[in-house]
């Protein structure tokens, strides 16, 4: 029966959005309107968990540059939930993951399992996106040698310099490979993409739900769109005026630095089984020693080398979540045991992040440069950030040289775009932990004062990154659902408390 319901609701919804995609906007400038009035080719989506959601996948076409609409186009894949009850319908939403660089057709689809009740459910088309040079839509793939353009700078100058070389090739792959498309890979064409599926789906504004850089997104949009936004939820957010490849970074070393306590004092009170020592300083020695060694001599680890530009990566992949301690303490346990001289070798998960960081079998994850570094311009002077990574060493002694190394943008082509300033009254509610590793409590605050219509939730004392759909609180899963079915904000700021 649920089934025969869900089939014949899609169906309803797609001959709503196919009539509604046969006329533009009257907001649509006219070189825009083929754009904003193409039909759609509504299919089944081919991922499991889009399909068995009932589902539906197409392809929007959207300019590459949007100051030449009549050239080249680029493909965007959007996918399709119906709302559950056509009669409390409301709109659409749609959502971003996060990275910048993730694909998001289906965060949706897992949100609507793990976080949103039922009658929000019933009032959304949920519409699922890979944006602009991601997943499924028209990707960038620079075709790098390592997966990943964010890592740690390293223990010293000679290291420092391989990094520098490292990336100013990635920079140049890019360039070489995608050529003039890169400046145009950006969240202000993000944006302006979303319109476009909001005008094709014939609706008058856009409902959002965005995580981590998906609340930049959320942020920009609402800037460019004020009256094409409705309701809006931004969890662990960016500040924008920090966005980008440096001060956004910057900010993850004192977050990141607090979390590997916390996670010190919770593998202390293990010492009999991970045998670092039986308090946080201990514990942080061994691990800083660890790091030394790297630098001097990469640790093998199974078929990969860790050095001083991986192992903090590793620290910061996993320090983004309380419940994943035991994994971590595991980990570097195997690494302590592999500096030694034993063999051992690290599980599926692990391989799969190494896989990201190191060259061995690297999945290319240049599209979160091509963002960031097309968004914002950044110093290009590697000493300037050499002087930095050696001023942040002693309060930052694991996550300096990270927070603080220069990536591919500091080679990368000048913005085609100033980077948007974001300062509006539109409503929306944030969603921050206070222990936030990627993007900190602060920068949430920071959001929350651009953003004057907007309320926050704090969920205190928990180092998470993204709270809604990944990490369960009664208090701050009611305040988002709560808006999203009723609209209603809460009066004031709330304070939510860890129930886990």
């Known amino acids: 029966m649920k089934r025969g319901l869900l089939s014949f609701t899609a169906l309803f919804a797609m001959a709503g959005g196919l009539a509604a995609s046969l006329t533009a906007p009257a907001s649509a400038s006219a070189p825009l309107d083929r754009y904003y009035s193409q039909r759609l080719e509504w299919k089944h989506c081919g991922e499991a968990a889009l399909d068995a959601a009932g589902a539906q996948c197409a392809d929007v076409t959207v300019p590459l540059n949007y100051a030449e609409p009549q050239g080249r186009t680029l493909t965007v894949a959007i996918s399709r939930i119906p709302a559950t009850d056509p009669a ?10 996060g990275g910048p660089g993730g694909p998001g057709l289906d965060q949706l689809a897992g949100l609507a ?5 039922a009658d929000v459910r019933a009032r959304y088309d949920l519409i699922g996106m890979d944006p602009r040079g991601i997943g499924r ?15 740690s700078g390293g223990n010293d100058l000679a290291s420092y310099a391989n990094n520098v070389a490292t990336m100013a090739d990635l920079a140049g792959r890019c360039a070489a490979v995608e050529g003039d498309r890169l400046p ?23 409902n ?10 959320g942020a920009v949009f609402s800037q460019m769109f004020p009256q094409r936004t409705d309701r809006m939820v931004l969890d662990s ?24 306590d916390r996670w010190a004092e919770w593998t202390a009170a293990r010492d009999a089984e991970y045998r670092f020592g039986t308090d946080r300083e201990q514990v942080r020695a061994a691990v800083t020693a660890l790091l030394r060694q790297s630098g001097e001599h990469p640790i093998r680890y199974g078929d990969y080398d860790i050095d001083d530009h991986i192992l903090p990566m590793i620290l910061f992949t996993q320090l983004d979540d309380p419940r994943q301690y035991g994994k971590l303490a595991d980990v570097m346990r195997q690494i302590a045991d592999a500096a030694t001289g034993i063999a051992v070798r690290p599980g599926p998960e692990m391989v799969s992040a190494l896989n990201t960081l190191t060259s061995n079998k690297p999945r290319d994850l240049s599209p979160q440069m091509a963002v960031m570094c097309g968004d914002v311009a950044v110093p290009r002077d590697p000493a300037w950030y050499w002087r930095n990574i050696e001023a942040a060493r002693p309060s930052q002694p694991l996550f300096g040289a990270l927070a603080n190394n220069l990536t ?14 974001v300062s509006n ?17 602060e920068s949430g605050r920071a959001l929350h004062r651009a953003m004057t219509g907007s309320r926050m939730v704090t969920l205190d004392d928990v180092a998470i990154h993204s709270v809604y759909g990944r990490y369960p609180n009664a208090c701050a899963y009611a305040a988002v659902n709560t808006y999203f079915r009723d609209g209603t904000l809460p009066a004031s700021d709330i304070t939510c408390q860890d129930d886990n």
């Open 88 to 97: 409390q319908r409301r709109g659409i939403m749609l959502a971003n993951p």
């Open 408 to 421: 591919p943008c500091a080679f990368w082509p000048a913005p085609a775009e100033p980077a948007t300033a």
């Open 184 to 206: 145009h890979i950006t969240t202000r064409n993000t944006a302006r993409d979303m319109d476009v599926i909001r005008g094709i789906l014939g609706e008058e504004r856009i």
């Open 237 to 260: 957010a960016v500040d924008p005026d920090k966005y980008g490849a440096v001060g956004m970074v910057q900010q993850m070393g004192p977050a990141n630095e607090a979390a590997f």
């Open 425 to 441: 009254s539109v409503p929306s509610l944030i969603v921050q932990a206070t222990g936030d590793t990627r993007t900190s409590y």
């Open 208 to 217: 959002y739900f965005g995580t981590s850089y998906g609340t930049y997104l």
């Open 113 to 117: 399992e793990t976080a949103m009740t």
């Open 137 to 151: 839509s028209s990707a960038v793939n620079c075709q790098w040698p390592i997966g990943f353009g964010i890592r």
